[in-house]
């Protein structure tokens, strides 16, 4: 439920969020329990009470499950004239359409107002870079909310969804293969009979640091150069890289991921 505000974000006067299974209630409860005076948690039998009150409804079951939610009796029905924000992977604004409206030709005098969106997991500690597009007619005013919604957990970009599969994966997937690469780091240091709590933060606090030279205004590949000295260690590090096939690697599997991210909406 949202009320104005006089700043640019919109007054979140409460959040009613649903999950699948009892269990999951109780932990969502646990982790909010200071914030419970704003917070309703309710399982998925409640689903279309938690919308039927809301203005704003995140849809955020994995993709898979889709078709079982919107099957739900009036779940559809209930959904239509709301803002929804959609962050499940790979479905597009069109499919987001497709579900709401079951088929039937969409209003053009109140099109469906849909943002699709990738946050990524260090929203946990608002530190996530969130891709977002709006469906073609959803208002300026809901584009506004969506970006404060998600610059409250990071930094939020609005791009064009045709470029939104390849740019998703790049912010919600790469990170795994970044972790991949620190967990091969810390496997040299173990058999060269160092632990791996004794040297993960340095690794990862140094990986960071060096990260954050790049948009400071150093291109990737001259801070590679720079640091690779000659006849030093770098460099033979990264000629065995190289023999590897790492750096291709890199794009064939984030490609990979593109293609999937692209099939989704229609599985
Ligand atoms: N993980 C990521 O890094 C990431 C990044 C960007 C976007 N996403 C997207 O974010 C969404 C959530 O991903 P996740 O990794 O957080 O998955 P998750 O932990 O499985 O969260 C999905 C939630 O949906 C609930 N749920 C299942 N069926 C439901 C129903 N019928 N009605 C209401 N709630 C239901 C689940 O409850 P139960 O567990 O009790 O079944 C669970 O709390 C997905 O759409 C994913 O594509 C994820």
Redesign the pocket.
């Known amino acids: 439920m949202l009320e104005p505000r006089s700043d640019n974000g919109p007054h979140v006067k409460h959040l009613t969020a ?4 009892e ?2 209630k109780q932990r969502v409860e646990e982790t909010f329990d200071a914030s419970l005076h704003r917070i309703t948690v309710l399982t ?1 039998q409640e ?1 279309v009470r938690a919308i039927q009150d809301a203005n704003i409804v995140f849809l ?4 898979i ?1 889709r078709a ?2 919107f099957a739900e009796p009036g779940f559809k029905e209930t959904l239509r004239g709301k803002f929804i924000v959609s ?3 790979g479905i597009t604004t069109k499919e987001v359409e497709r579900l709401v409206l079951g088929g039937e030709p969409s209003d053009s005098e109140t099109p469906i107002q849909a943002v699709r969106a ?4 260090a929203a946990r500690i608002r530190e996530a870079v969130t891709l977002w597009t709006g469906s073609i007619g959803t208002t300026k005013r809901n584009l506004k909310i969506a970006s404060w919604i998600f610059s409250q957990v990071g930094e939020a970009y609005e791009i064009p969804e045709g470029s939104f599969d390849i740019c998703a994966v790049l912010v ?1 997937c790469a990170g795994s293969l970044l972790l991949l690469a620190i967990d091969g780091l810390l496997d040299a240091a173990v058999a060269e009979g160092v632990r791996r709590p004794e040297v993960q933060n340095l690794v990862v606090n140094s990986a960071i640091g060096m990260m954050k030279l790049v948009p400071a205004g150093d291109h990737p590949g001259v801070l590679r150069e720079k640091i690779a000295s000659p006849g030093g260690c770098s460099i033979r590090a990264l000629l065995e890289l190289e023999k590897l096939g790492v750096r291709s690697a890199f794009t064939t599997a984030i490609l990979a991921a593109a293609e999937k991210s692209k099939s989704m909406s229609s599985s």
């Open positions: 649903t999950v699948g299974t269990s999951s998925k689903n955020a079951m994995k993709p499950k079982e939610v962050i499940m992977a990738m946050p990524n997991m919600g």
